[in-house]
Each structure stands twice: as C-alpha cells, then as structure tokens.
C-alpha cells in the first residue's frame, strides 16, 4: 500500500498548534535516549548509544522546546522518552498515534515492542493492546571455562554458504530446522514466535545477522551412533552485541546438561572479543533456571510487544 502522508525526506511533522516532531541526527539523539529512555534498562545496557543510523529518529518538541524523542515510521513506534520536567506524556502519545494512523497501512496492526514496565499502562492508555508474554534481557560477562565432551558426542560449528538470491543459509539448514521444531514444537517459545510446523523453523534470519566470530562460538551437537543433530545454539549481532539467537536440545536429550556446555563454549570463544553475552528468555521458560545457573543477570521485564489492532 501506496503510502501518502509518510516521506523519508520530510523533516517536520506539526501534530498540533503546539507539537511537532522533527527529524533527529542518530547520534545526538541516541545521547538523549541514553540518559532518559527507562535508567534501569539503560544500566543494563550500559555501553549502547542509541545511535544506530537510521531514519526514523525524532525529537518531540513543545513550541521552541525539546521535550523529548520516539522512532516511529508506518506501523512502528517505540524508544519514546521524555525530557524533565515535562510530564504531559499521555497528551503528546495521543498526538504520535493520530499521526501514525494516518501513515499507517491499517490492514497491519500498528506495533510497539519490549515496553518497559514505566510504559505498560501509557501505552494502554493510548489504545494499545499488551500481547500475553513478559521476556526479559539476561546477560553475563564472557569468561572461559573448561568443556569436558560425552566422547559418543561430535561436536562443530555450524557452517554458512550463499544462498544464491544475496543472502545467507546455514549448510545444515535442514537439519537444524528439525532439531528446533522437535525441541520447541507446541511448547511457550513456539506459541510466542508463532511457529508450528517444520518449515516455520528453518533459520532463514540469523545467518545474515552473524559474524565469523559468532558463528565459531555457534554449536550444533551430533549423536555418533545415528549421526543425529540432536541440539544446537546458535548466535547472532544484537545491537553490535553478541547473543544467543536460538538453544534447543531434543527432548530425549535434555537432563544431560548440554545447554549448559554450549553456553559454556560460547563464553569461551567469545572471551576477550566480546565482552557480554545476552539472550532473550520469556517468563516461564525452563532454561531460564539454566542460564541462572550459569552466572546470567535478569534485567527489566517487559512486555514483548504492544500494538493497536489492524482495522479488519
């Protein structure tokens, strides 16, 4: 859908006689959105300046005032933060959704994602609808540690290879897909990313969200005696940082502490290129215990995703 009111070029949106947003350089910006975004989220955090280039970046002004900033474009908002003491955030998240309904395509559902729990209520507020699942950040310095090997186990790390249409695909791609399917099928993770079959779980995104380094710190497990892929984890750039994209072991091998070893080697490889290394974990989730277990370090619950409903 053709969009009318939305333009990379436009560098002033006026959402009232008093508001208006204006386009923002990445990196004074992302200055403003790591001092005043959400503070316990930004400790944790810490090294990241919100400062990515891209194009949706603005400031939030009241008459000559900056008052605050959002990244918003055609269906998305999020990162907003306000500037004390101004305090009139309802009002002017008012203003950001009548404007974003008009850029909008409204057979989507306008998105917010990984709200902050000073948030949550705002956004309901403006009409935007929370989905089920709470997920938190956790992450853990990188450091090395000894990784002692069932000698009936071979274990590699997964190999990437052009795909043939620009992009990337894992060698084994077929086989990963099917140990994460037999791992994950109908269980919390699966419900909350929405994939039920075999062919929902082929890793089609994180090779092209990789590294060299990531991916010798990647692990796929084989049985000897069937020559089965029987787990993997694999890793992946969050933000310039390293982090677990995927961990799955099948359910006849969980118990046997191979989730634990495959975190263990990729903190090791990891170790003096990496400082820290993150995963997204959703409340609920049994391997949380693992990675607390591990030295991991919960931050902000949040809530994954909010968003106004697609006009049907």
Known sequence: MQLKEWSIDTNTYHLSNEYSIR???PEDWGIYCSVYYHMQYNGFFREESYATPRRNSFWIYKGKTKIGGVRMEPNVIYHLFFVPPFNDTFEVLKQLKSILIRWSDRAKPIKTFEVLPDQVNLFARAGFWPDEFRCRWMQRPTDHFEVTWDPNLLVESPQI?????GGKRFVKEDEIAHCDFHSFGEGLEAVRRKKFTLEDF???EDPNLTNEILVQASTLIFDKNTGQLIANCRLCLQDNQAAIYSIGVLPAYKGRGLA????KRALSTLKDKYSVLRLYVMEGNDAESVYLNL????GVQEIQHMYIPADL
């Not at 290879?161 to 249409?165: D, H, Q």
């Not at 030295?295 to 919960?298: M, R």
């Open 202 to 204: 082929i890793p089609i």
């Open 295 to 298: 030295g991991f370090i919960p």
């Open 260 to 263: 634990t070893q495959m975190l």
């Open 23 to 25: 386009r923002a350089e």
């Open 161 to 165: 290879e052009e795909n043939g249409m």
